[in-house]
């Protein structure tokens, strides 16, 4: 019978270390768990914010496009169908799209203030040119009137 009992012992000390060696892998398991989900939760925060700058990213750029579409319309309104560049623009998917178009406007803005500009010099030239003519003409009126 001590026999027994001492078997029944060795038995119920073997479970209680089982039960001991059981529960430490049960809080291991939970601690690599709660790391993965913080890893996890760190990562899909990082992927929102990188969501939301990009998309703030692009609507900003579709902002400065809209704006100058608007000045491109503007200076060259019987060439551009507006409808044609907002579905242009709204074919943009991406943001490198985006700041390619940007560019591209950029450039031709650029080229059209460097037209405008010498546009304004000739202008000012043939002006000057002008009235230098009629003053000499009316001089020369003024002349033969008093010689004649």
Not at 58 to 75: D, W
Request: hydrophobic share 35%.
């Amino acid at each position: 019978m001590t026999h027994d009992v001492s078997q029944w012992l060795t038995e119920i000390k073997t479970l209680r270390q089982q039960l001991v060696d059981a529960q430490q892998d049960r809080e291991q398991a939970y601690s690599s768990a709660a790391n993965w989900q913080r890893l996890y939760e760190t990562e899909a925060q990082q992927r929102r914010t990188e969501a939301s700058l990009a998309r703030q990213t692009i609507a900003e750029l579709k902002q400065e496009i809209q704006q100058l579409k608007g000045m491109a319309s503007i200076a060259t309104a019987e060439a551009a169908d507006s409808t044609t560049i907002r579905a242009e623009v709204e074919k943009l998917q991406t943001v490198a799209e985006l700041q390619d178009k940007l560019l591209e406007s950029l450039i031709m803005r650029d080229q059209l203030t460097q037209a405008l500009q010498t546009e304004q010099k000739n202008h000012a030239q043939t002006r000057q040119g002008l009235t230098t003519a009629l003053g000499d003409a009316i001089d020369m009126l003024s002349k033969d009137k008093v010689q004649g």
